[in-house]
C-alpha cells in the first residue's frame, strides 16, 4: 500500500508541474531522494512517467507531445532488447530509441557503457547491472556527453555489441545524423564494439539529415519496424545487414 500510495503522489506533483527533478521531488514529498528514485523506477516500467536526466516527467509532457514514432520506438527497444544476452557487455548511444532499449534492460545482469545522460538515470538503479558512464562535455539538447574526453575513454574500453540510432538512412551511402557535434563520439563508441546494431524507425529511410556517420560495411544489424518497404529491406539485405523488424501483436516483438 505504501508503495502504490508513493506512486500516486509522485504522479500528482508530475500533473501539476509536467516534470520535476528527483530532489524536488524528495522535497515535496518529503522522503529521500533513494525512495523517489525506486518510485521512478517503477513508474518508468509501467510505462506511466519518462525518466530524464536528473527526474522525470509525464509521457504527455515529453515523448508523446513531440514524437508520433513512440509505438514504433518502443517495439523497435523491445526486439533490440532480445539480442542482448545476460552478461553481455554493451554500449548504448543517446537517442529516443536506444532509451526504449534502456528501459527493456532495466534489472538484467550486464555491463552498460554509455554518454547518453538519460540511458545512465534510467539504469542507475538497475540490480545488477554495471554502469560506466563516459565523461565529455554536455550536449543538453541530447543529455549526451560528448568530444574529446569521452572519446579518450572509449579507448580503454570494449563491448559485445553497440546499440546506436541514427536519424537517417541513405541507402546509396548509409547512416546520417542530424548531430552533427556526435559524430566523432558516434564513430568512437564504434570502434569500441565488435557489433553494431542500429535502431531506425521506417521513417528514417525516407529522410535525409547532413551528418555522415558511417557507412553499411561497420553495421552488422538494423533494427526496424514493420512499416518498412520490402525494396528497402531487400535493398539492406544486399548490403549484407541483418534485418530484424519489430511487430507490435501483443504486444511482443516479432522477426520475420
Known sequence: MAATLSEDRVLDVLRTSGRASVAELASTLDVGEATVRRALGRL??????????GGAMLPGTAVAAGDPE?????????????????????????????????????????TVITNAMDVATTLIDSPGTTLVVLGGVLLPSLRSLLGHLTEQSTHDLRADTVFMG??????????????????????????????????????????????????????????????????????????????????????????P
Open 44 to 53: 518508468e516500467r509501467d510505462g506511466r512517467i519518462v525518466r530524464t536526466y
Open 70 to 110: 513512440i509505438a514504433a520506438k518502443r517495439a523497435i527497444g523491445a526486439a533490440a532488447a532480445a539480442l542482448v544476452q545476460d552478461g553481455d557487455t554493451v554500449a548504448l548511444s543517446s537517442g529516443s530509441t536506444v532509451l526504449e532499449l534502456a528501459r527493456c534492460l532495466h534489472d538484467r545482469p550486464l
Open 166 to 255: 541514427a536519424s537517417a538512412v541513405d541507402l546509396g551511402h548509409g547512416f546520417m545524423t542530424d548531430h552533427v557535434p556526435e559524430i566523432q563520439t558516434d564513430r568512437a563508441l564504434r570502434r569500441m564494439a565488435r557489433d553494431c546494431v542500429l535502431l531506425v524507425d521506417a521513417g528514417k529511410f525516407d529522410r535525409v539529415a547532413p551528418g555522415f556517420m558511417f557507412g553499411f560495411e561497420d553495421v552488422t544489424t538494423v533494427v526496424t519496424d514493420e512499416r518498412i518497404r520490402p525494396d528497402t529491406r531487400a535493398a539492406l539485405e544486399g548490403r549484407g545487414l541483418r534485418v530484424i523488424v519489430a511487430g507490435e501483436r501483443g504486444g511482443a516483438p516479432r522477426e
